[in-house]
């Protein structure tokens, strides 16, 4: 059984982690991560533009957090990031918010999927009845190269694109696979998205 008070690390890239207690954000966080959660809310996508150094991966991840606690139904984000060592970032990112526990209504863990590298594939087995984070690149879930991820239609529930000025067209092709996902951008340079239709 899972002792709900420890960090338990199924492999190296399937991760058990506790929920840890909110950390303060400043005035201009907490204003960006309530128009994601409202945006979430209305089903309107975001396009969260900060600038390097703003903070913009904790803003989002305590949004998530928020929407996650609102939720009684499992959700499955999927956080793509162009590039395997900016994955690494944002799984620590993810994990130092999520290591401790707090309470909260539905869940106190999550999982915390990885298959930007040695060729992991999405199983069912990565998910089930708790909430999920599952970090990878575009390139990992291109439909070209994995047609079998057909089997997984309407499995996350939100999308968050993390330098979302790179990679639209591949970033397209993810949400061709799940179109029902909520969208959620990350970037501190706007003007490479102006004239792409992104989010």
Known sequence: SINSEQKIYHSDRRKWLNVVENTELRHYQNECAEIIKNNFRSKSSTLLILPTGAGKTKTVIRSIRDILDENSKPLNILWLVNSKELCKQAEDAIQSSWIEPRKIIYYKQIWLNSIYDSGV????????????????????????????????KGLFD?????????????????????PAAHRIGITATPTLVSNKKVF
């Open 121 to 152: 594939k999405l199983t069912k087995e990565m998910f089930g009845e708790t909430h999920s984070f599952t970090v990878s690149t575009p390139d990992t879930l291109d439909p070209r190269k994995n047609t079998r991820y057909s089997d997984f």
């Open 158 to 178: 939100i999308i968050i694109c993390d330098e979302a000025h790179h990679g639209v067209e591949e970033q397209n092709r993810i949400f061709e696979m799940w």
